[in-house]
């Protein structure tokens, strides 16, 4: 049978509100062996409030089902957050999205499960399993601060939020590794390129993010000197005590303890995020390591015939800084050629983390201004909602400065702009040639004949955790 490549390229941005829901489809010129023409990846499904007038996560569930023809060959979760994967975890939402039957997901190496991560295989040293036991401990604490009695109501309201919000999603993780114990789960990092050649054959992933540990020589060596202090802040109770007795002292104790020599990467973030925060203590540290969470995204790097799109999660500066490193060739990294040209040749960039003023890195648009210069477009898409997130007028997201300095390298289309009862917008372009992707926004959409749809399917109970 002749080989079979991809003609056509098309990224489906679903209207979620504050959140992520991506279907990446490519169409090949002649049938795969299975006798279908496209090949479908969902990356993330989730939200934390859904779009004035949108869909709910499970109208959502079953707009990807038919886009994607009854069958997914690859689930991207690129981080546990809810707004990534929450539709995962939806009673609704999940009965329709286990029936698709994904072949591959694909999460960060931060979201091995606890039983798996002795496995020699995986490699983790002790400093990144404590890491791990970080993250399991957030969302109790965040639970615990909740519950605890704030003067501020802002704070009270931001503590809900944060347990809320949520760091654990047992029912999205539950299926998420279901589907990884069915077919094949990759706990990805970077520098990984994944092996895609049944699955999607000419699709190449180089994976740019999350980092080990062992990329992060200051974080290396805090764990090798026991000084990792607010890794133990978080390991055990001793958080909730600090917001209970208001121990003013801690605070400055992790700021030394996080100070230099070598500040690096998450702590030397977390220490700035501490400093310039200035609300209740325990919620401070609590905040600070959820945003923590943000860097453990997956960022991918895709190539498609001569398209490259690169797809970032919510990865901020510090996730960021390796990749970046390596294609300048800066910080003793030794300069990654290919990975800068490749960087410089994005054709569409999913905005990270909604917009934010810390997720799209001035030294990732540097790579571009070059190709830009001599007509090339770099297209962005973003998935946003106004309002949700908006701790300050500087950290207000969707970032307005962020957007108008895009529209400097190509058009920008976002998800809040569409009309309410549009669902979805596609970016489309061939899988080679001079053509740039091009906007097309999805149909309005009938509500009664959607409803009277979905009351007809079969139903299945989910799998729980």
Same mark, same amino acid.
């Given at each position: ?17 504050f959140?992520d ?18 090949? $479908? ?18 109208? /959502? ?9 009854g ?9 546990? $957050? ?7 975890? #939806?009673?609704?939402?999940?009965? /329709? ?6 072949r ?11 039983? @798996?991560r ?5 490699g ?14 957030l $969302? ?9 009695s ?14 809320e ?5 047992p ?35 180089r /994976? ?6 062992a ?10 000197e026991?000084?990792?202090?607010w890794?133990?802040?978080?390991e ?46 325990g ?7 959820? #945003? ?8 991918l ?10 797809l970032?999660g ?6 960021w ?7 300048d060739?800066? @910080? ?11 960087l ?6 999913k905005?990270?983390? $909604? ?5 799209t ?12 210069a ?25 970032? #307005? ?5 895009l529209r400097?390298?190509?058009? /920008? ?42 009351q ?10």
């Amino acid at each position: 049978m002749r080989t079979a490549h991809p003609s056509r390229i098309r990224l489906r941005a679903y209207k979620v509100g504050f959140g992520d829901c991506l279907l990446l489809t490519v169409t090949y010129g002649s049938p795969l062996p299975d006798g279908r023409r496209e090949r $479908h990846v969902l990356v993330d499904c989730g939200t934390v409030e859904n779009a004035d007038d949108g869909p709910t996560i499970a109208e /959502v569930a079953d707009l990807v089902a038919e886009h994607c023809g009854g069958q997914l060959d690859m689930v991207v979760a690129t981080h546990r $957050h809810r707004d990534h994967i929450g539709g995962f975890g #939806d009673s609704r939402g999940a009965e /329709v999205l286990d029936r698709l039957s994904p072949r591959i997901v694909v999460r960060p190496w931060t979201d091995v499960p606890e039983d @798996r991560r002795a496995d020699p295989a995986l490699g983790l040293a002790d400093h990144q399993l404590r890491f791990l036991g970080v993250l399991d401990r957030l $969302h109790p604490q965040a639970e615990a601060m909740a519950a605890l009695s704030f003067d501020s109501r802002t704070v009270a309201t931001r503590a809900a939020r944060l347990a809320e919000f949520g760091f654990k999603n047992p029912q999205a993780i539950a299926l998420l590794e279901d589907w990884g114990a069915r077919g094949r789960a990759e706990y990805v990092s970077a520098g990984m390129t994944l092996d895609l050649a049944d699955a999607l054959p000419g699709v190449g992933m180089r /994976v740019l993010g999350p980092p080990t540990l062992a990329d992060v020589p200051s974080l290396t060596r805090y764990a090798k000197e026991s000084e990792e202090y607010w890794l133990g802040l978080a390991e055990g109770d001793a958080l909730t005590s600090l917001v209970a007795e208001g121990d003013a002292g801690s605070l400055a104790l992790a700021r030394q303890v996080l100070a230099d020599p070598g500040g690096m990467g998450s702590a030397e973030w977390l220490l700035r995020t501490l400093d310039s925060r200035r609300v209740t203590q325990g919620l401070e540290i609590v905040e600070a390591l959820d #945003d923590v969470l943000n860097n453990t995204s997956v960022i991918l790097l895709v190539t498609i015939g001569s398209r490259r799109l690169l797809l970032p999660g919510d990865a901020q500066a510090e996730n960021w800084s390796l990749p970046l490193d390596q294609a300048d060739g800066s @910080r003793q990294r030794t300069r990654d050629a290919r990975l800068a040209s490749a960087l410089g040749k994005v054709d569409l960039y999913k905005v990270g983390h $909604h917009g934010s003023r810390n997720a799209t890195p001035r030294r990732l648009t540097q790579h571009w201004r070059e190709p830009v210069a001599r007509g090339h477009q770099v297209v962005s898409v973003l998935t946003t909602k106004q309002g949700v997130y908006e701790k300050s007028a500087e950290g207000a997201v969707p970032k #307005d400065e962020l957007v108008t300095g895009l529209r400097d390298f190509g058009p /920008v289309y976002s998800t809040d702009d569409l009309d309410p009862e549009v669902w979805w917008m596609d970016l489309e372009a061939p899988a080679r040639g001079p053509a740039v992707f091009t906007h097309t926004p999805g149909p309005p959409v009938d509500r009664p004949a959607r409803e009277a749809l979905r009351q007809r399917r079969p139903r299945r109970e989910p799998v729980t955790p």
